[in-house]
């Protein structure tokens, strides 16, 4: 890797948050690491609220009332866009970790992140439109 | 080169790092049939969106070992991916060894939970 002027450091932590001269990767890496701890959140919420079901119809019912509210809607789209960014550029780096595509990965990253965006719209106009 | 795929972290073995593309690419699989069949399925429009139609889709066996299954797959990604995200932050021996403990236990505790929570679904339908 050639040196770049923005390495972040630990004593030079405020250059974390510059965007400036970073790679297409890096931003594959933040959106993959920001998105894992988002998805993750979302899986250890949706395992403990569903044991809704244990408590019986009423009980799960209550639940399903609940979550209609936009707040969670809009939740929930932030859940479907997460894992589309996260599953679709695990798809690539699934693929580079055993050799095929590297030399394209770059584009390969534009097209799958183009696919996420289109996956992100079509989903906020079935989720949002009334 | 060595930079641009992934490679094992160091303090990840090969085997966790493995672990991590194939179940990922499992999950890839099951939650897309997951996320559809929960969404189209049911009496009620937009999914299995009421208590009775939940029951009724997991008296086709397959899906309670599909769901588990899934559920052992992703806990285990969601947790070899967060200690990767800790292995950045360059942790003592003592921190990383807290951790690989912390997420054993989480992760058994979430599968034998989510088990109990299928099987208790499972049982409401005889």
Redesign the interface.
């Known amino acids: 890797?050639s040196t770049t002027p923005n390495r972040p450091s630990p004593s030079n932590w405020l250059k974390w948050f510059d965007p400036r001269q970073r790679e297409i990767?890096t931003w594959a890496f933040i959106l993959n690491?920001i998105t894992?701890?988002g998805?993750?959140l979302y899986?250890?919420l949706h395992?403990i609220i569903?044991?809704q079901?244990?408590g019986?119809?009423e009980a799960?019912?209550g639940f399903?009332d609940l979550i209609r509210n936009p707040i969670f809607v809009f939740g929930e789209w932030l859940v479907i866009i997460a894992?589309l960014i996260h599953?679709l550029n695990?798809?690539r780096?699934?693929l580079?970790?055993f050799?095929i595509a590297?030399p394209y990965?770059k584009q390969f990253f534009y097209i799958l992140m183009a696919i996420a965006v289109a996956g992100g719209l079509y989903f906020a106009v079935r989720m949002f439109a009334v | 080169m060595l930079e641009t795929v992934s490679t094992p972290k160091k303090g990840e073995t090969t085997w966790l790092w493995l672990l991590k593309i194939i179940t990922g690419a499992l999950i890839f699989i099951i939650l897309g049939i997951h996320f559809v069949v929960n969404h189209t399925l049911g009496t009620v429009e937009g999914g299995l969106l009421s208590y009775q139609d939940v029951v009724a889709y997991y008296q086709n066996p397959i899906i309670p070992i599909m769901e588990i299954a899934f559920l052992i797959f992703v806990v285990s990604h969601s947790l070899i991916g967060l200690r990767s995200i800790f292995l950045d932050l360059n942790p003592s021996p003592r921190a990383l060894s807290t951790v690989n403990w912390l997420f054993s236990a989480v992760g058994i505790v979430s599968v034998v939970y989510g088990i109990w929570l299928v099987m208790t679904i499972v049982s409401r339908g005889s």
């Open positions: 890797m990767g690491r894992a701890l998805l993750t899986l250890f395992l569903l044991s079901l244990a019986g119809e799960y019912q399903l894992g599953g695990g798809l780096i699934g580079t970790s050799g590297i990965q």
